[in-house]
């Protein structure tokens, strides 16, 4: 509720022109908006219709239909806003458009607070159905940060990345620690926990030097040909340590599916996370910068 209070206190979410596509226009018309109650979760409906997905507390019930009252047009706004992130910042829906297609476009944004004027939005996508009896059959898609005060993202968004990889790990194995058998944890070995370690610290010198290199705004607007091929390769070079602790997650993740250890879905995460990451860099990075150093325009 504290998220859901916090966004509808804002005056606006600016949003700059852009156009939708057909995918782009289906996820906007079948988009779910999810918040932490006291107990269970406050999920928005496409018509913000609110849903729980367990008994709210009278103040809870009555602070919602206020907001909702009050803010239908701002809540509208936010999900244009998330889409622009998403379109501009993320590769979450390529990433995973066949799976959201293949559930009609619902994807369900859970909005999670993560800094002054920062959420962390979690994305997932559910079969058709009503959206509480079936919240079990969610399928996670991967993670993004939203900044809401402006959708200028700096260093193209490394310093989220930053943050958020070594905290997923360190989460990772805490999790494990709870959650998986003596037997589970063998079957995967330390040295796969101990590679993970050691790619996070590389990418974590990677990604310092780039964010203390260069200008939080990496456009030609700022550089010049020469300094953004140069980012270009230093984003290239990030996207291949993604891409092997993507491998190590992968190797993790396949004696706990085949033991049918509760445990996998966390790794499974942390790998979708990364393949995110990687195509992420590939698409909305180094395409773009090379397609603007060679003044390619279709």
Same mark, same amino acid.
């Given at each position: 509720?504290?998220?859901?209070?916090?966004?509808?206190?804002?005056?606006?979410?600016?949003?700059?022109?852009?156009?939708?596509? $057909?995918?782009?226009?289906?996820? &906007?018309?079948? !988009?779910?908006?999810?918040?932490?109650?006291?107990? @269970? /979760? *406050?999920?928005?409906?496409?018509?913000?219709?609110?849903?729980?997905?367990?008994?709210?507390?009278?103040?809870?019930?009555?602070?919602?239909?206020?907001?909702?009252?009050?803010?239908?047009?701002?809540?509208?706004?936010?999900?244009?806003?998330?889409?622009?992130?998403?379109?501009?910042?993320?590769?979450?829906?390529?990433?995973?458009?066949?799976?959201?297609?293949?559930?009609?476009?619902?994807?369900?944004?859970?909005?999670?607070?993560?800094?002054?004027?920062?959420?962390?939005?979690?994305?997932?996508?559910?079969?058709?159905?009503?959206?509480?009896?079936?919240?079990?059959?969610?399928?996670?898609?991967?993670?993004?940060?939203?900044?809401?005060?402006?959708?200028?993202?700096?260093? $193209?968004?490394?310093?989220?990345? &930053?943050?958020? !990889?070594?905290?997923?790990?360190?989460?990772?194995? @805490? /999790? *494990?620690?709870?959650?998986?058998?003596?037997?589970?944890?063998?079957?995967?070995?330390?040295?796969?926990?101990?590679?993970?370690?050691?790619?996070?610290?590389?990418?974590?010198?990677?990604?310092?030097?780039?964010?203390?290199?260069?200008?939080?705004?990496?456009?030609?607007?700022?550089?010049?040909?020469?300094?953004?091929?140069?980012?270009?390769?230093?984003?290239?070079?990030?996207?291949?340590?993604?891409?092997?602790?993507?491998?190590?997650?992968?190797?993790?993740?396949?004696?706990?599916?085949?033991?049918?250890?509760?445990?996998?879905?966390?790794?499974?995460?942390?790998?979708?996370?990364?393949?995110?990451?990687?195509?992420?860099?590939?698409?909305?990075?180094?395409?773009?910068?090379?397609?603007?150093?060679?003044?390619?325009?279709?």
């Amino acid at each position: 509720m504290k998220t859901l209070s916090a966004l509808v206190e804002r005056e606006t979410f600016h949003v700059p022109a852009f156009a939708l596509d $057909l995918f782009q226009k289906e996820v &906007r018309d079948n !988009l779910h908006l999810e918040f932490f109650l006291t107990q @269970g /979760r *406050l999920i928005l409906t496409p018509n913000l219709a609110p849903l729980t997905t367990s008994e709210a507390t009278p103040a809870e019930e009555e602070r919602v239909q206020v907001m909702l009252e009050e803010n239908q047009d701002l809540l509208e706004q936010l999900k244009l806003y998330l889409l622009y992130n998403l379109s501009l910042y993320s590769a979450l829906l390529e990433t995973n458009s066949y799976d959201v297609a293949l559930n009609e476009h619902r994807v369900i944004s859970r909005f999670l607070p993560y800094g002054p004027g920062v959420c962390e939005v979690k994305l997932y996508t559910q079969p058709p159905g009503d959206p509480v009896e079936r919240y079990g059959d969610r399928i996670y898609l991967g993670r993004d940060c939203l900044p809401l005060d402006s959708p200028r993202r700096p260093h $193209l968004g490394l310093g989220y990345l &930053r943050r958020s !990889l070594p905290e997923q790990i360190a989460k990772l194995k @805490g /999790r *494990l620690e709870r959650c998986a058998t003596a037997a589970e944890r063998a079957a995967i070995g330390s040295d796969c926990l101990a590679s993970l370690d050691e790619l996070a610290e590389d990418f974590v010198t990677r990604a310092e030097r780039v964010l203390h290199t260069y200008p939080a705004d990496l456009s030609s607007r700022v550089l010049d040909a020469e300094r953004l091929l140069e980012a270009n390769r230093e984003f290239r070079e990030i996207k291949h340590v993604f891409s092997e602790a993507e491998s190590v997650a992968q190797e993790m993740e396949e004696p706990l599916l085949a033991a049918g250890s509760d445990a996998a879905r966390y790794v499974t995460k942390l790998r979708k996370d990364l393949r995110n990451d990687v195509n992420y860099i590939m698409l909305k990075v180094n395409g773009r910068i090379s397609d603007v150093v060679n003044g390619i325009h279709i």
